[in-house]
């Protein structure tokens, strides 16, 4: 900004820019600085006239409630700081499973837009014109208590093969848990994924050598699912057994059961989020100039082949960027899950907010655990965005 | 040329127009009472509650608007409930005049802070009073206005007799009430396994037990009554024997007003003593030639009993006559005549063997 | 799936215009034994879904819940003798649009869909008596506000803009009215409710968030280190925040920082945390619309020795802002579907009255009835908006130049 004119005639101080500017920064972070220690003596006066505490020693004290579902052992007799991570877990674990879900169908909604079929192409229209037009909270309110609590009760559940049964209390899924074997097994799956990493490691190089990248998504979980077949037969013992689920006077007893509030806020997070990465998807399809779809065909490709090596790789570069925010935008979303009654960090932290009156620790901590995730996040896709970049020749 | 100068003068009219509005939107600060010199202390701005009241012309109480009974918004958009009776009270001691109040509906989650920020003068929102509550929370609760126990109701056709019986359920529980501490209390103690899902309001909860997504739900005593006189079938729901608490319910003010304590408390106590007397809204004005000292002095025709509060000495014939004692409060919004048709209980006056007893107005 | 028709190696007829109705079901439904499967299976999808839920609309729902509160969905407890106020902030807008209307858009054609779409849209959600006056001024409103602009469109053009800038103030003006004893008495804040509160957070919230936000992104392109890191801090920290912990901490810790004394009710502090919010997002599309300037213009802006401040003022930012004005709407749209986060810190917006009906013991039962309506009133608005915006889009030549 500094011009070669102010060297020419001596300005005076107060008119050159470079004076002015560290002056300017100085105006603002004094400014600013006040305003900060206006509001903090503000609050601070506040509390102390009203003899409210300040401080994070709450966290070692009694949480004093139940908790739903937990992913770690908690009971009431935990502390505060344990009913906290039970919220940070459960939010990881609805923003995670949504994320792949979502992306996943997005994918799917996204492709099935640029389909020649008129009736697929309207329906993935109608499907995305709907949800991005109506407030998330709107709709995961509507998905639980019009739909996951209108279901059949426990007692007349709804079975479908599997079995799986369909309540308003959960869905009740077969599932495996570990036998006597299940020590050494578990070794065995260590295995596999090693094999596994080596074998898209190498398959990689390969490609890289020969230029013909083999299908890596294929073969390595393949190898994986090999080692952990023949494991299976080599090892002593069950390493799994199936548990089924079983109605055993008010609950059903075996298998695995998700909450109708898990289900209601994932589903939710996922149809709602996967409108919008359709879009993406559809955009990044678009980006693809014309002509690359034709050089590919004019040169023998299938449309598999196509879509795998010439359309996709191009579009994903334009669809990564757009797609980081829309994960952010879950996990942030996520937060919503208190309209559904899903104890994520947010519901947690304003339980503990009532019990002990503590707001102002309360909200700081709920920031720092969103902006962890925001983070953590970013940082992943900016790494994955950087990778891809790479590849391009 | 023409076109810049309308723009301007547009934009300074935007920037005055909403620093009008900005201006209005803010409650001005309460002016000092013209004897007190404006202090530092905060204390003494937080002190002067009533001098605000009176100010402002208007009363705000921070109540429930969906608990049938206690506080409930009628289809007309008004106020109604036992809770809303005490804020109407509490106008009337005031400014003799029950109307004078603005409600408003707080969730369960919100109503301390929303005190603690002096946002609202008087919390009646059936609140349990606990030590913690009184203490940290930055509140001093007056005398209880309704004695109360927390209770949990399950469906008579589910075979549950009692809460040992309770292993495996679902219950459904309001979030940051103390009545999810207490089910976790109970439930630990009778060690009892169970799965608690919790909402954010009461009807949420409600509803989800409603349509079976938990075995059995909880709150209050007077709450689950409430709600059963609007459930679509009353006599599916029966309410197990155990007791899980203490709930005395009671209104709330800030901490650091004494003269303002002592009106709430005063206006509670009015209410019972009136009562005890047999004083009601009806033959109050016969009273006023009665020759007992005590009730004179209640009425405010010997004394100075509300100049003594820092209000006028009508202030208890106000609060009778245009709102009414603690057995018209009561059996108007609760009691035998109303769909919940509660029984006093503890809530009776000493005299009848309940737990109301007022000390002297002298 | 996307098999493309070019592919094909076998000579195909010409192109013919015209299809037959079996013609048209063969190309676009059943061109290849997988796109007839997929027509089917999406077929049956669509009567799965379509068919209870038509069944269920025509017999066992029961609509009357909407019309019985609909005075409560559009303005919650408003004092119903105070309605008109509503009104009039709504012939405003039928006037400034017209005006509006008849200074930009050229083409009749438009301006007889708007006096269609209006009265058309306010029969679905309004089923109160004597509405038609208003919708007949509201017409009348708009025409005079055309034939005005169509009359003198120098001077009008003029007045139009100041009417658009007065617009905003003057309506929250208008409903929070002054002392009791006035013409207009005063109506709190939180009688405030229903649609109306949703779209004053929403308007409230893009508004004053403009100038922040411009503010922020220029700072945040500042050569000023200082200021260019608060800028950043600001914009990441509040787009890494859920939108409910702002509004928490507004509810919850605003009145804290303020002197005490001084009070501030909810539906302001729910604005201000609104406001925080759409400040940090606006920021960025700002900041995309700086980023879209070709260099030359700021080389250019040097080259004639504009200084600093000068260039921003009249090169850059005019470009950019127009350049992000589709974006903005997008925003906006965004911020109407969020505001219904204010019901969850109780709040009586339109979510929040719809908790609020559900409640009544004469409603129980009807969420599938409320909350499909509240979907519908959201998705109007947005689809809508989005719609305009498209068209804004073209009409700006956004991209073209």
Redesign the interface.
Known sequence: MTTTSSEQHAVPFWRDERYLQVLAQILVVAIIAGTLYYLANNLVTALAAQNIPIGFDFLRLTAGFDIGESSIAYSRASTNAQALLVGVLNTLRVSFLGIIFSTILGAIVGVARLSNNWLVNKLAGIYVEILRNIPLLVFLIFLYSAAFVKLPRITEALELPGPIYLTNRGFFVPWAEPGDGWSTYRWVLWVGLLVAIVVAWVLRRQGQRTGRMPLILLWAPLAFVVVALLGWFIVPGQPLVSSIPVLEGRNFTGGNGLTPEFMAVLLGLVVYTSAFIAEVVRAGIQAVSKGQREAATALGLSGFQTLRLVILPQAQRVIIPPLTSQYLNLTKNSSLAVAAGYPDVYAIGRTIQNQSGRSIEIIALMMIVYLAFSLGTSLFMNWYNKRIRLVER | M??KS??M???L??LA??L??CG????P??APAPEQPAVS???Q??GNTLATIKARGKLICGVN??V?GFGF?Q?D?SFAGFDIDFCKALSAAIFGDPNMV?Y???????R???L????IDVLIRNTTWTL?RD????GNFVHTTFYDGQGIQVPVD?GINSITELG???ICVQ???TT??N???Q??AVGVQ???????????TV??Y????C?AWTTDMSGIVARQS?F?DPTAHKILPEVLSKEPLGPMV???DDQWFDIVQWTVFATFQAEEFGITSQNIDTFMSTENPNIRQMLGLEGEMGVKLGLSNDWAYNIVKLVGNYAEIFNRNLGPDTPLGLARGLNASWVDGGLLYAPPIR | MTTSASSRSDVLPPPSERYTLLGWFRKNLFGSWLDALLTLIALAFAVAILVPTVRWATTSARWEVIPNNVELFMFGSYPRDQVWRLWLCLWLLALVTGMLWGVYVRRRSFMSLFLIALPVLGMLFTFASGVWVHYAAMIVAGLAGWALARWRPRLMSSVALVGTLLFFPLVILIIRGFSEESFLPGVATNLWGGLMLSLLISVVGIVFSFPFGVLLALGRQSNLPAVRTLSILYIEIIRGVPLITLLFMGQVMLNFFLPSGIVVDRVIRAMVAVVMFAAAYLAENVRGGLQAIPKGQYEAADAVGLSGFHKMTFIILPQALRAVIPVLVGQFIGLFKDTTLVALVGLLDLLGIARGVLANPAWIGTQLEVYLFLAFIYWIFSYAMSYASRRLEVALGVGER
């Open positions: 023409v076109r309308f723009i003068l547009a934009l009219l935007v127009l909403t009008a509005a209005q939107a803010t409650t600060a309460p202390e905060p204390a701005v937080a608007q969906a049938p918004l289809s958009g603005e408003r509906p707080l969730t369960a989650s919100e301390f802070t929303t603690q920020a002096g946002e913690t203490t940290e929370l930055g589910s495996g359920t679902a979030q940051g009430t999810e501490l089910l976790a209390d439930m630990a169970y799965t608690p899902v919790v909402f954010e309001t009461a009807d949420e509803n989800a409603l349509e079976g997504r075995d609007i679509p800030r901490h650091g």
